[in-house]
C-alpha cells in the first residue's frame, strides 16, 4: 500500500511513547483512506492494556495487542478538525465507529509471513521489510529492517500484527 501525501506529517507523533496509537492509526488510514483520532486510540489502549500506571493524558507507551484490541471491539474515531486531540478528557468524549475498526488482527509467526502479507517484490529482494517513521522531519519517512532483525524481534516476542479489515 503507498503512503498518502500528508500521513507522514499528520501522524507526526512527537517525542511521546505513543507509536501504538500512531501506527495503528496510520494503519487504518492505509487501509480505509481516512485520517484517524491516533491519540485517542492511544489513550484507549492505555485503558486496556495490563498496566495499572499507564493512563490516558500522559507519555506513557502501550502495547500493540491493546490497540488492536480496541479496534476490534470498538473501532476507531475519524478525525475531525474540531478534535482538539491535545485534551485527553476531551478525547474521553470521541464517539468511535465500529465500522472504521477491523474484525480481526493475528501476530504474525514468521518473517516469510509478514512478506507474503505485504506482497512487495522490493522488500522480497532486499530481504527487509518497509517501515513507515512517525517520529517527524529529522528521521527518514520509510526505513528497511534487515529480514534477520525482524526475526530476532519476533523470538523476543515482539509484537506483529496482521490486520484484517471490516
Not at 40 to 60: H, V, Y
Not at 87 to 93: F, L
Request: aromatic share 10%; net charge negative.
Amino acid at each position: 500500500m503507498t503512503d498518502q501525501p500528508g500521513y507522514r506529517e499528520f501522524y507526526n507523533q512527537g517525542k511521546e511513547g505513543a507509536c501504538v496509537g500512531f501506527g495503528w492509526s496510520r494503519c487504518m488510514s492505509l487501509l480505509n483512506k481516512q485520517e484517524y483520532a491516533a491519540a485517542w486510540l492511544w489513550d484507549r489502549a492505555k485503558d486496556a492494556d495490563q498496566w495499572p500506571e499507564t493512563k490516558p493524558g500522559d507519555d506513557n507507551g502501550t502495547t500493540v495487542r491493546a490497540a488492536g484490541d480496541v479496534l476490534v471491539k470498538l473501532g476507531h474515531v475519524v478525525w475531525s478538525p474540531d478534535d482538539a486531540d491535545d485534551d485527553a478528557t476531551e478525547r474521553e468524549t470521541y464517539k468511535p465507529d465500529a465500522s472504521q475498526g477491523i474484525s480481526a488482527y493475528r501476530w504474525a509467526q514468521t518473517v516469510d509471513e509478514v512478506h507474503g502479507v505485504l506482497g512487495n517484490e522490493k522488500a522480497d529482494q532486499l530481504g527487509a521489510v518497509p517501515v513507515l517513521n512517525s517520529w517527524g522531519d529529522d528521521y527518514p519517512e520509510r526505513v528497511w529492517m534487515p529480514d534477520d532483525v525482524l526475526d530476532r524481534l519476533m523470538k523476543e516476542q515482539g509484537e506483529i500484527a496482521i490486520p484484517t479489515d471490516r
